[in-house]
T-cell receptor
């Protein structure tokens, strides 16, 4: 595996379900990111982790809970989501948090029913 | 705070024609500027970035962009497009200091290259 991988690629869940999105980077980077991409809206940064410490939380509702157990893995735990949370969730990584190039995974397409 | 406006949501163009995708930004501090491309069913890929130095930046796949501070613009250009350039293009900015990696994106421009 190379680059940034995300699983699952597609997810359908009910509003009462609990699920998790997984991201793994194979680039030796120290920073990881979660973005939300909704139709007709700009990409929105959700969270930034640097050396496994959360350095940015962009006013994300608590029904989204990130976890970064090490510099290669990033999770997004989902619970009691709303239909408006349906979107493409993109993970990215960079060498360090800052101006360095971010490398994106292919995303998880989430549908909340 | 920073914001980014991509002035065209869709740009149709014929193959081998030149193209310009427009991006304007707003910021009270200095910024760094980026263009990313997203092909169907893929994540974003960096095309080019402006950090400092020459205001004309060359990127991958024959794209270039010019930073214009007075007009707060960072338009993307390619002299001759190919069918394979059909994709979504995103302009983004990040503050020049105190940066935690937060990229602020525009809404995107869909480039449709027709044969």
């Amino acid at each position: 595996e190379t680059g940034v991988t995300q699983t699952p690629r597609h997810l359908v869940m009910g509003m009462t379900n609990k699920k998790s999105l997984k991201c793994e980077q194979h680039l030796g980077h120290n920073a990881m990111y979660w973005y939300k991409q909704s139709a007709k809206k700009p990409l929105e940064l959700m969270f930034v982790y640097s050396l496994e410490e959360r350095v940015e939380n962009n006013s994300v509702p608590s029904r989204f809970s990130p976890e970064c157990p090490n510099s290669s893995h990033l999770f997004l735990h989902l619970h009691t989501l709303q239909p408006e949370d349906s979107a493409l969730y993109l993970c990215a990584s960079s060498q360090n948090a800052g101006i360095e190039t971010q490398y994106f995974g292919p995303g998880t397409r989430l549908l909340v029913l | 705070a920073q914001s980014v406006t991509q002035l065209d949501s869709q740009v149709p163009v014929f193959e081998e024609a030149p193209v310009e995708l427009r991006c304007n930004y707003s910021s009270s501090v200095s910024v760094y500027l980026f263009w990313y491309v997203q092909y169907p069913n893929q994540g974003l890929q960096l095309l080019l970035k402006y950090l400092s130095g020459s205001t004309l930046v060359k990127g991958i796949n024959g794209f270039e962009a010019e930073f214009n501070k007075s007009q707060t613009s960072f338009h993307l250009r390619k002299p001759s497009v190919h069918i394979s350039d059909t994709a979504e293009y995103f302009c983004a900015v990040t503050p020049g200091s105190g940066n935690t990696g937060k990229l602020i994106f525009g809404q995107g421009t869909t480039l449709q290259v027709k044969p």
